[in-house]
């Protein structure tokens, strides 16, 4: 009897049944290539021509050119940035995203709206705009340069410790903020609408107060959402380009950023010196996706 | 602890969530909100819990004599378990219990050992003894209801209020849990008000039943009064099974004919049926599996169909198939007249058979 239905089965499964989840084995294996190949094509070949380059006139020239004195503050000012407008936009996108997802008030979807401007906005222009107000011949100049401004004791303390904002780190800071804004509260809004306000009543019937609510009953909950709002926020405000260049004006081993200063060296045919600074930047951004691919990996393993 | 509300009226936007209720929760009494949804319950358990906020000028909620209208929720105290448990996710069941004790200001705190104490007493009281280290996903529905139950009580509330407590449970641990929480609700006697939509679990469980519709409270009783006496079409109609007929004439000046209601296990089938109430029908569908027989019968003389609840031991002796005709008394029915939701209770003595007929006041 065993006999006869296992002869009976291996009769009938040399004929392949499709299954109805599941596509024929040569269209499988098509799209698979096709995405694959994208892939090679797009992503990971120049990530390879990055390094190739870089190495092109051996290891030496290459640890030579990241030792250059303008490349390495370069680099220190990309770290700086990143160190500042990262924690603002954990502050304002945890903010926002708690106002529109837990209240409901008069102008919110206006705020959502703004929150997607950077998103919709071309870089360059957002950085034209800060130019327009905060450069020489903007608000700011105006106010500098004012017979009788307000809050005098301002105007005389910003003349005297010459503080600029526009082609000075003040600029780029405020210019990358402003285009990271999006990643954090963009990443919680959905993840705490999902969640409802339940939660919060309940700690609240409890006797917890608002502060107590917010770090032992919200915060936890968003948790793997914000670290990956940062993250994604922390990789953007490393690489951004075309919002600093406005603001930065390019000044060597003062204003300028690794992505500025890699488009100097490249213009000025510096390849190996060019290629080396990108080098810096693709690391920064594998650690960045090893970091996200960690936060995925534990968050997975939590919630289990 | 009793609550009093007077007069609450809410409305988000244009809509009127409830409208001028006022309701009165005995010190130590279970009492069930019952009501198709959309009906207010829910929001005014909110408004008394403190979540809500009735609008501005309108209303008073009183605890045992005190006004805390405009006191917040966390200082009420009230205990209140939502319908989806609410707990806290990334806590164990211990902490989730413990949370209400650990949020206290300094100095009111107790000790970690007492709060642990408590915990460890709760834990007992809900039968859990042993899962206070696990998460509330690694619990079932109603581990997780009791945890939220048992966390709502850790801070010694004099009030709990209950948002559907059941509703997100299967039909057996439902009436498992609803026996237990009798039970426990008698024993500590703390005032508690329940929202529900399930009728069978509203009759069941309280002392008392608020039947609410569109804003306003139908009808407040015990189960046995909302059920026998029901004060309005809608409360006849919401709690149980009805037969509803239009009466043959006798209408009421300036109103259309009158309407009656009648229980299906007030339907009483006779094959032979010698008296002068009966109505004649035909048999059309006998249900013979479950607690008890139904028939669905259909009148002779007006097509109306009624549905008849018996025994099954008495549809046995009757031995109906479909297509039979017989006679059917109607042992206690109730009047209304129809568009004017007057009460007016018109049933006849339970023993009796009475029959509506035209033109008869019973």
Known sequence: ??????????????????????????????????????????LLLPLVAVFAEALRRGLGAYITALKDPDGLHALKLTLITAALAVPANLVFGVAAAWCIAKFTFPGKSVLITLIDLPFAV???????????????????????????????????????????????????VLATVFVTFPFVARELIPLMQQQGNDEEYAAITLGANGWQTFWNVTLPNIKWGLFYGVILCNARAMGEFGAVSVVSGHIRGETNTLPLHVEILYNEYQFVGAFAAASVLALLALVTLVLKSLVEWAHARRTA | MSIIARNITKTFGAYTALNDVSLDVPEGKLVALLGPSGSGKTTLLRIIAGLEFSDPG???????????????????????????????????????????????????????????????????????????????????GGQRQRVALARALAVQPKVLLLDEPFGALDARVRKDLRRWLRQ?????????????????????????????????????GTPQEVYDQPASPFVIEFLGNVNRFAALGHPLPGAGPDVIYVRPHDVDIQRHYE????????????????????????????????????????????????????????????????????????????????????????
């Open chain 2, 275 to 362: 008296g002068e109430h009966g109505v004649r029908v035909r048999v059309q569908h006998v249900f013979s599996a479950g607690n008890y027989g139904r028939v669905a019968l259909v009148r002779l003389d007006n097509g109306d169909t009624i549905d008849a609840e018996l025994s099954r031991v008495r549809l046995k002796e009757l031995g109906l198939a479909a297509g039979d005709e017989a006679h059917v008394v109607f042992r206690h029915i109730r009047l209304f007249p129809a568009g004017a939701f007057v009460e007016r209770d018109v049933a006849a003595d339970d023993a009796t058979p009475a029959v509506v007929d035209a033109g008869r006041d019973i």
């Open chain 2, 58 to 140: 309108s209303g008073r909620i009183d605890f045992h004599g005190t006004d805390v209208t405009d006191i917040p929720a966390g200082k009420r105290g009230v205990g209140f378990v939502f319908q989806h448990y609410a707990l806290f996710r990334h806590m164990t069941v211990a902490q989730n219990i413990a949370f209400g004790l650990t949020v206290q200001p300094r100095r009111e705190r107790q000790s970690a050992e007492q709060i642990q104490a408590r915990v460890k007493e709760l834990l007992k009281l809900i039968q859990l003894d042993d899962l206070g280290a696990r998460y509330p996903t690694q619990l079932s």
């Open chain 1, 1 to 42: 009897m065993a006999s006869a239905v296992s002869s009976l089965s291996r009769s009938s499964g040399s004929a392949v049944r499709p299954l109805a989840t599941r596509d024929a084995t040569w269209v499988r294996y098509t799209l698979t290539a096709v995405a694959l190949g994208f892939l090679a094509l797009f």
């Open chain 2, 184 to 220: 426990f609700q008698r024993e500590i006697g703390i005032t508690t008000v329940f929202v529900t939509h399930d009728q069978e679990e509203a009759l069941e469980l309280a002392d008392q039943v608020v039947v609410m519709n569109n804003a306003k409270i139908e009808q407040v």
């Open chain 1, 122 to 172: 071309s870089p360059v222009i957002s950085g034209l705009i800060y130019v327009l107000i905060f450069g020489a011949q903007g608000w700011y100049g105006q106010y500098l340069n004012a017979e009788a401004p307000w809050f005098p004791a301002l105007q005389a303390w910003l003349i005297e410790q010459d503080f600029k904002i526009i082609f000075a780190v003040p600029g780029i």
